[in-house]
């Protein structure tokens, strides 16, 4: 499988990115222009959204084989968000050989209780009367009601694009939703007793409740040698809510 790919930068160290849920690769663009002067950056679409094809079942190890795939021979540092981030970990778990270091942003490797939000958006999303589609600010409205957030709601709506044959959803909401499961689990038992024994760098937001303290024993069991850091002002999007301060966290764990 060939994920679609963004390259920025021509010298220095190899720095790959991998969204979270319903995300893009060119949702890490500001950080990534920032940091090409310095790396060499990769931006991927995650398969099942942006521009990268689609499979026919969710499963975290298979996704952290195509992205490794997709990386080559030559050591990275591996950053990834939310779904993003169990790919990422789950590569870093399965080919340590590639990542030569680790930066998880707000998630941890442990499955979730509910998915109940991102089961919300899909019904919305795929409820919609796409075919009479005719403006973008018609989907945004039909969103309206049921994605309240405005910001939100535009970040959803990157995935709606136009095509020869009219408005689609570029995210594959059918297969999301089938495997919801799956999604905020996490493949311990199939991992075995793996362990990645590189850098990592935890991100989380200080207003997000996807990292906490009773996640910090799986955390050192897989990855003995982390260190943890908390955003101010910052939720589950930490790098897009304070994109100054992460690049900053991030390029003081690259050096």
Request: proline share 5%.
């Amino acid at each position: 499988m060939s994920l679609h790919r963004t390259e920025l930068g021509q010298t220095g160290s190899r720095v790959v990115f991998c969204h979270g849920l319903f995300g893009q690769g060119r949702n890490w663009t500001q950080i990534a222009k920032a940091l090409s002067a310095d790396h060499r950056v990769l931006l991927l679409d995650m398969p099942n959204h942006g521009r990268s094809p689609w499979t026919e079942t969710f499963d975290y190890l298979d996704l952290a084989d195509i992205v490794a795939d997709a990386i080559g021979d030559e050591p990275v540092t591996l950053v990834g968000h939310s779904m993003g981030g169990k790919i990422a970990m789950c590569l870093a778990l399965r080919h340590p050989e590639l990542v030569e270091r680790l930066v998880v942003v707000d998630v941890a490797p442990v499955a979730y209780a509910s998915g109940r939000e991102f089961v919300g958006y899909i019904e919305t999303m795929r409820g919609m009367d796409v075919a009479s589609i005719e403006r973008r600010e018609q989907a945004e409205e039909a969103l309206r009601e049921a994605v309240p957030n405005p910001v939100v709601r535009s970040f959803l709506l990157q995935n709606f694009r136009r095509t020869e044959d009219g408005w689609r959803w570029q995210v594959n909401l059918d297969l999301l939703g089938e495997h919801m499961a799956s999604l905020t689990g996490w493949p311990g038992e199939a991992l075995g007793p793996a362990t990645y024994d590189g850098p990592v760098l935890w991100v989380g937001g200080a207003g997000s409740d996807y990292i906490s303290d009773e996640h910090a024993g799986e955390m050192d069991r897989r990855f003995p040698r982390n260190r943890r850091v908390l955003v101010k002002g910052a939720g589950h999007w930490v790098h897009s809510e304070q994109p100054e301060v992460f690049l900053e966290v991030l390029r003081r764990f690259l050096a």
